[in-house]
T-cell receptor
């Protein structure tokens, strides 16, 4: 257990569906991240939140919409996804903002399949 | 562009030693991380190097050479549970974390 939980662990959705991924961290950290992990590719940073404010949005398509209602919770809302969006979506947190400063604590991920 | 290179896959024998290499070309350098990720699980932190030299943690060691743009992770007395992917990541001059694609390590009895 890393102190970061994600639900659901697996999700299958059609291209017209709307779903949400949830992440919760129990570590008292100030920064939270969404990553996309595809097979044999480097982790892709999608969004960064610091103290509930979005500080990075790395050219992610608008069909992905993040939400951070408080410093412990992070959501990723999904709509009209494409099959190429199928991947493992990882949530992470760290004490401070800045992806390259502190150790990051990752959740187990949501395996997303888009049909 | 920024680039991290790691072998895609390696195989080693239980009880042996294995070295996983990582070479990087980034705009600046502010540290290098190694993470371990078992299949279907979260990546977990292994080590952090910012100065040249060795960082040891039990059976795992990481070595950094900034002049060569190179690091390696050394795993000793391999156990079956060490079968996992090992991710190398470098912090660039803007404190952005640049990730490698990971090395899948297979341990055979």
């Amino acid at each position: 257990e890393t102190g970061v939980t994600q639900t659901p662990r697996h999700l299958v959705m059609g291209m017209t569906n709307k779903k949400s991924l949830k992440c919760e961290q129990h570590l008292g950290h100030n920064a939270m991240y969404w990553y996309k992990q595809s097979a044999k590719k480097p982790l892709e940073l999608m969004f960064v939140y610091s103290l509930e404010e979005r500080v990075e949005n790395n050219s992610v398509p608008s069909r992905f919409s993040p939400e951070c209602p408080n410093s412990s919770h992070l959501f990723l809302h999904l709509h009209t996804l494409q099959p190429e969006d199928s991947a493992l979506y990882l949530c992470a947190s760290s004490q401070h903002r800045g992806t390259g400063v502190d150790e990051q604590f990752f959740g187990p991920g949501t395996r997303l399949t888009v049909l | 562009g920024q680039n991290i290179d790691q072998p895609t896959e390696m195989t080693a024998t239980e009880g042996a030693i294995v070295q996983i290499n990582c070479t990087y070309q980034t705009s600046g350098f502010n540290g290098l991380f190694w993470y371990q990720q078992h299949a279907g699980e979260a990546p977990t932190f292994l080590s952090y190097n910012v100065l040249d030299g060795l960082e040891e943690k039990g059976r795992f060691s990481s070595v950094l050479s900034r002049s060569k743009g190179y690091s390696y992770l050394l795993l000793k007395e391999l156990q079956m549970k060490d079968s996992a992917s090992y991710l190398c990541a470098v912090t660039d001059s803007n404190y952005q974390l640049i990730w490698g694609a990971g090395t899948k390590l297979i341990i055979k009895p």
